[in-house]
């Protein structure tokens, strides 16, 4: 992640795993109400693979391209105008309705 970007987990279609990819996105901008989040845990849940197979298509809909998941901790690094209660540097645990919270999985590392 840098200034101006990050990187997400996302799908341009629906399906299986082979259906997620990672890929450079700007990076978010808050609006009045919202908080943007640098992501240092994200959960899956039993309705992100749902969601993505298109399965629950009738109730939450995606729109192409389309990010991976909703649950997530990590810490605040911008803070929209109408926001009250949180700092930037905030430890916080949350819920996107964005589908925003995966991030790409770490990098494999081999033993030495």
């Known amino acids: 992640m840098t200034g101006n970007a990050a990187r997400a987990m996302r799908f341009d279609r629906y399906g299986g795993r082979d259906v997620l990819y990672v890929a450079d996105v700007p990076m978010p901008t808050p609006t009045g109400d919202e908080v943007v989040v640098a ?40 803070i929209g105008d109408g926001v009250d209660g949180f700092e930037i540097g905030d430890e916080v645990l949350g819920f996107s309705w964005r589908r925003s919270s995966h991030p790409p999985p770490p990098r494999s590392r081999r033993a030495n």
């Open 39 to 78: 992501v240092r845990a994200a959960g899956i849940n039993p309705g992100e693979s749902a969601i993505h197979s298109g399965a629950l298509h009738d109730r939450f809909p995606a729109t192409f391209p389309s990010g991976e998941g909703s649950d997530l901790a990590g810490v605040v690094t911008a």
